[in-house]
């Protein structure tokens, strides 16, 4: 009997020590991706001249300011948990956030969502709300940037301003009704997903999920916006343009490389485009342009993986969460 109680004991443990050991393998994998990646960039860096007079006070505000983006995105999925009837605390939310959010230097989106949803559901989360808010939150951030464009800077999309604006009024008219429907159509498609896969389903999305997500979302484009614009300012020790231009061109580079969905990360199309769209909006000249979308690579994907990391070595040190015995929807 005490053999058997070992060996029963000892699977768990076995259990949570390969998890751990794939759990680092895959840190390694990311770290190595990462690494090329800020490798690649420095060394497009090196190739460009150095401007004087760059102002490190702003460049380190900028910082602060997409970590507060970050934090507004975190608190955004936290309220639409609790929406759906699943609350995890603050600092808890932010670690699986930070975390999942490193799925995205592997090409495609799924692993973030993915991840999210495992992490949620070992926090005793409900891992259908977790991960149908990481959707809707993708979903709908991309509508809420769209939104940004549409008024600060619709010229902006294309070399016809007026192409460009009919564009972006098409696409938010288009997503916010398709998001205003979806609370009444969810019930008809989860009846219809269960008549054909013969398994029954019950998801309902609250009205209230979708608004808060989308006024999160769009708080978070205008802070990266502002973070863009002191960036610039202290990449180059001065620049020329409005907030509104600023906000803009951020927003179109960043859509331009998260659509991209073969790019980990958006690497290399959001340079492009922020190259020619700052370009467009005379914001800088080419040279410059290239400098800031280069050095803002580096800058953000460390901003990006470094909370990452740091959650997921200090995650080793928690004590395990018990196992869950129920299964909420």
Avoid at 227 to 246: K, N, P
Wanted: with cysteine; hydrophobic share 55%.
């Amino acid at each position: 009997m005490p053999r058997s109680i070992a060996q029963l004991s000892g699977t768990p443990i076995r259990n949570r020590t390969l998890r751990r050991v794939a759990g680092w393998g895959l840190a390694a994998l990311l770290l190595a991706l990462v690494v090329r990646q800020l490798a690649g960039s420095v060394a497009e860096l090196q190739t460009l001249p150095r401007l004087a007079n760059p102002r490190w006070s702003l460049v380190l505000f900028s910082g602060v300011l997409v970590l507060c983006a970050h934090a507004v995105l975190v608190q955004t999925w936290r309220a639409t948990l609790a929406a759906w009837g699943s609350r995890l605390p603050f600092w808890t939310a932010a670690r699986i956030w930070s975390v999942s959010n490193l799925g995205r230097f592997i090409p495609g989106m799924v692993w973030q969502i993915g991840a999210m949803g495992a992490m949620a559901k070992q926090e005793r989360a409900s891992p259908v709300a977790a991960s149908g808010s990481a959707i809707l939150g993708s979903l709908v951030n991309v509508v809420a940037g769209f939104c940004v464009v549409l008024v600060a800077g619709p010229s902006l999309l294309d070399d016809t301003a007026m192409n460009g604006a009919r564009t972006a009024l098409l696409v938010v008219v288009v997503a916010l009704a398709a998001l205003a429907l979806a609370p009444v159509a969810m019930p008809h498609l989860m009846r219809l997903a269960g008549r054909v896969t013969g398994r029954a389903a019950s998801v309902t999305l609250p009205a209230r999920v979708i608004w808060i997500s989308l006024l999160g979302n769009l708080l978070a484009w205008l802070i990266y916006g502002a973070a863009f614009m002191a960036f610039t300012h202290g990449v180059l020790g001065r620049s020329t343009g409005s907030y509104a231009q600023f906000v803009a061109a951020y927003t179109i580079a960043y859509l331009a490389g998260y659509l991209f969905l073969l790019a980990p990360a958006g690497l290399g199309v959001r340079e492009a485009v922020m190259i020619s769209v700052m370009g467009r909006a005379l914001l800088a000249s080419p040279q410059e342009a290239a400098l800031v979308a280069l050095s803002s690579r580096v800058w953000l994907t460390i901003l990006e993986v470094t909370p990452g990391f740091l959650f997921w070595a200090l995650a080793g040190r928690r004590p395990p969460t018990p196992e869950r015995t129920d299964a909420p929807i």
